[in-house]
T-cell receptor, first 116, second 116 residues
Framework: AQSVAQPEDQVNVAEGNPLTVKCTYS??????LFWYVQYPNRGLQFLLK??????LVKGSYGFEAEFNKSQTSFHLKKPSALVSDSALYFC??????????????FGGGTRVLVKP | GAVVSQHPSRVICKSGTSVKIECRSL??????MFWYRQFPKQSLMLMAT?????????EQGVEKDKFLINHASLTLSTLTVTSAHPEDSSFYIC????????????FGSGTRLTVV
């Protein structure tokens, strides 16, 4: 079974400082990994994904994430956080093994609060 | 491209009534639609997977008779919450796999259901 863990319920950071949101995953096959952001009462907005290729993935709004196979991690990062980055962030994984189908499993979410 | 339109965005209904939520794929054919439920400040929990022309597959613990899913065409999937109760109040989101070969997903904007 596939699973995702986001160990931090909330991350607080000052504007202009680096932001990191942690994610670890577990799959039986190869993973597709995603990061989404959600604003209050809104759907999910895609930030970035890793499928194959370079371990460092660059996405929307200045975000990037690094795939680390040995640590089964896919942490989200932004060099300089903005107040407008305050939102709920979800890591998600799809197991590319045939038996897994195309279901997407989400982590518990991490609330990011960027203070001016 | 690959837009899923979800309606209504908000609905308030009385206990005992039924509510229908629609998700339409606007510019592609969605043979599969995932339905998620999200409680406040929590993650997205997969409720069921609908497939065009066949019965939906429900996750363990989800009542099939309470959450009726229909996927009668390649562009429309519906979730009907029958005999709604206050504990059914939640945020419901649909999602479809993209057909562009990227392995990504597109999400509806969500429906906030409040049962009074």
């Amino acid at each position: 079974a596939q699973s995702v863990a986001q160990p931090e319920d909330q991350v607080n950071v000052a504007e202009g400082n680096p932001l990191t949101v942690k994610c670890t995953y577990s799959v039986s096959g190869n993973p597709y990994l995603f990061w989404y952001v959600q604003y209050p009462n809104r759907g999910l907005q895609f930030l970035l994904k890793y499928i194959t290729g370079d371990n460092l993935v660059k996405g929307s709004y200045g975000f990037e994430a690094e795939f680390n196979k040995s640590q089964t991690s896919f942490h989200l990062k932004k060099p300089s956080a903005l107040v407008s980055d305050s939102a709920l962030y979800f890591c998600a994984v799809r197991d590319m093994g045939k038996a897994a189908g195309n279901k997407l499993t989400f982590g518990g979410g991490t609330r990011v609060l960027v203070k001016p | 491209g690959a837009v899923v339109s979800q309606h209504p965005s908000r609905v308030i209904c009385k206990s005992g009534t039924s509510v229908k939520i629609e998700c339409r794929s606007l510019d592609f054919q969605a043979t599969t639609m995932f339905w998620y439920r999200q409680f406040p400040k929590q993650s997205l929990m997969l409720m069921a997977t609908s497939n065009e022309g066949s019965k939906a597959t429900y996750e363990q613990g989800v009542e099939k008779d309470k959450f009726l899913i229909n996927h009668a065409s390649l562009t429309l999937s519906t979730l009907t919450v029958t005999s709604a109760h206050p504990e059914d109040s939640s945020f419901y989101i649909c999602s479809a796999p993209k057909k562009d070969g990227t392995g990504g997903y597109t999400f509806g904007s969500g429906t906030r259901l409040t049962v009074v």
